[in-house]
Structures are given as C-alpha cells and as structure tokens.
C-alpha cells in the first residue's frame, strides 16, 4: 500500500490549472497547423491563422488562451493500492483549483444557485470532479477546463433502438449545424454512444480527451468517427463561423453497453482551445 498525501495532489491541481490555461497541447496545436493546408476558404485560413498565433501568445506571455477559463473539470483515476492521507481529497482538489485560478489571474466563472441568484463563488469553486478506481498505486489527474460556449452548444438524445447509425448521425450532425459558430469552431466533437443517460454524457466529455484524430480501436467505429467528420466539414461553417471545409478537427466517438430498449447519445462539444493538461503521482 502506497500512501500519497493529498496535499501533493493539492499542489498538482493548482499547476494544472494554470497550465491547461496557458498552453494549447502539442496534437490540438498541430491539428490546426494541419487544417490551414487544407482549408480552401482565404477568411477561414485567416481564421486559424490567428488562433495559431493566439495560443502562441499565451505560450509566450504566460497568459489565458482564452478569457473563458471554464468550470474546471477534473478526472481523477484513483490506483486501488493507493492510501490517501492528510485530508479529503474533494477539499484539496477544491483548495488547488482556488489557489490554481488566483494564482494565474483566470476568470473565476462559477456561479452558485444556478436558476436563483446565480451569485459567483469567486474562486471557480465548486470543481466537477469524477473519481474512479483504477489498478496500481498511482493517483492519475487530468484538468480539463470547459467554457460555456462549447458547453452551451452540447446535447444529448434518448434514441429508439431501431434509429441505429442513421438515428445518431442526423442526431449528431443536427447538434453541430445549430451550434454554428458559437463554440469558436474548429471543434473537436465527442460522442457518447450507449449506457446510461448520464453515462452516455460522461463518455462523450472523456472523449475529448483522446489524442485529436486517434481513431476508437473499434473499425466501425472509427469508421462512423470518418463519415461523422468528413459530413460536419460539408456543412461550411468553417473556421469561426466564416465559413470553409474545416469546421471540427476531429470526431471522437466512446461506446458502452445499453439497455434493449435505450440507445442514450450524448454529443459534446469542444471549442478550439481544447485544453487538458495531466499530471501523475
């Protein structure tokens, strides 16, 4: 048994929250190096121009990607042959996630009592956390910040078995073409496909994890993931909205076993800043 104090995990969280903020990751940087060459649109190759020279900014300058800081989001894999000591470790995600939003001057965007007062916590605290319990003893955490403007645009359907492919992709497809350009398009789409109501969503957010174009291992649906990408680039939104061939990078598409009489599909979207940093103890 491997004792980790949940202090480290404290200060972990505090620089992950910094660092997802400040710096784009490698893959989500080269997809958009790669849609310049193939975008056909002169305004959409302007487009991501300036998003590429934007992340490069706030790499330089040590500054937010973007003014929308999100709701952090965290998943956390705990190893079964891990003993936590020093404290809960809710309350020290939580304290990272404070010091983590103060310390690197990013916008604190929670608010409490969502349909009431709708009052900023002003420390973007609560944290969304999801805990599992993995093998090993190591603590695994991945910060992944997610504003309201992907967030806002995301949905989810409850389809009827016999919808089958044809069900989830005008569910899908329909889900991108009225988000438009307001999640800050090149998006990366996740999908969740099966489970529950709430697995579905939950898989389709984990999904954005994945290396962007790292297809499932899954040939149909990986295969899915290509028509899914290939039909939302015809729909021309293109690069912010302005129209053009690259409107998302990258379908990423998670599966899990369903009720007979269920097919749960939730769609995630992911703005171009898709930012996650993780960090291993």
Request: contains cysteine; glycine residues 10%; negative net charge.
């Amino acid at each position: 048994m491997r004792e980790i104090s949940v202090e480290i995990i404290m200060n972990a969280v505090e620089r992950l929250c910094i660092d997802s903020n400040y710096y784009l990751p490698d893959d989500v940087k080269k997809a958009l190096q790669d849609a310049v060459a193939k975008e056909e649109s002169p305004l959409g190759r302007e487009a991501l121009q300036d998003i590429l020279k934007n992340q490069e900014i706030a790499r330089s300058k040590q500054v937010p990607i973007c003014q929308d800081t999100g709701l952090a989001v965290i998943f956390i894999e705990i190893g079964q042959d891990v003993r936590l000591i020093g404290g809960d470790i809710n309350e020290a995600i939580n304290e990272g996630v404070r010091r983590g939003y103060k310390a690197g001057y990013l916008r604190k965007s929670c608010v409490d009592e969502p349909f009431l007062s709708r009052k900023n916590t002003g420390d973007n605290t609560p944290a969304i956390i999801h805990t599992s319990i993995v093998k090993g003893d190591r603590v695994r955490i991945i910060m992944a910040p997610k504003g309201g403007g992907s967030e806002n645009m995301s949905a989810l359907a409850m389809l009827k078995p016999s919808d089958g492919i044809g069900g989830i992709k005008r569910f899908v497809l329909d889900t991108v073409d009225k988000a438009g350009p307001n999640p800050c398009p090149p998006i990366i789409v996740g999908v969740g496909i099966g489970g529950t109501m709430e697995k579905a969503a939950l898989i389709s957010k984990k999904a954005l994890l994945r290396t962007v174009g790292e297809h499932s291992s899954d040939p149909q649906t990986a295969e899915l993931e290509r028509e899914l990408l290939e039909e939302i680039n015809d729909l021309g939104i293109g690069p912010q909205g302005f129209g053009g061939r690259i409107t998302a990078l990258a379908v990423h598409i998670e599966t899990f076993p369903a009720h007979i009489a269920s097919l749960p599909v939730a769609v995630n979207i992911q703005c171009h800043a898709a930012r996650h940093k993780e960090a291993v103890i």
